[in-house]
């Protein structure tokens, strides 16, 4: 039982790019919000973007303009592209979904994915 599962992670340079996916099943993907988060061992969980049902998005501050997400709904899968990748950017990344009347403002994310590692050198 595997509601969302993503892919994509690995190991790259500073400067460098990765396209990660999340394929959803069910409902899972068409919830309220679809988001992806971060964490690193011993630090608070990140929410890095989300997006709603209507396309909007919003970004952390520290991703703006290198991050992307994307929706195919017809394949009911999310992206998120990360180009320019940086060291602070390492981290095991997860993506979420969330049924709620207050779209992306919610604070509770109902399922979650296993996450991929996200590993960037200098």
């Known amino acids: 039982q595997a509601p969302l599962v993503e892919s994509g992670g690995g190991s790259v340079q500073a400067g460098g790019s990765l396209k990660l996916s999340c394929a959803a099943s069910?409902?899972?993907?068409?919830?309220?919000?679809m988001a992806w988060f971060r964490q690193v061992p011993g630090k608070e969980r990140e929410r890095v973007v989300s997006?709603?049902?209507?396309?909007?998005?919003v970004y952390a501050d520290s991703v703006k303009g290198r991050f992307t997400i994307s929706k195919d709904n017809a394949k009911n899968t999310l992206y998120l592209q990360i180009n320019s990748l940086k060291p602070e950017d390492t981290a095991v990344y997860y993506c979420a979904s969330a049924n709620s009347v207050v779209g992306c403002t919610a604070l509770l994310f109902t399922f979650w994915g296993q996450g991929t590692q996200v590993t960037v050198s200098s």
């Open positions: 997006i709603d049902k209507g396309g909007r998005t």
């Open positions: 069910g409902a899972t993907g068409r919830y309220s919000c």
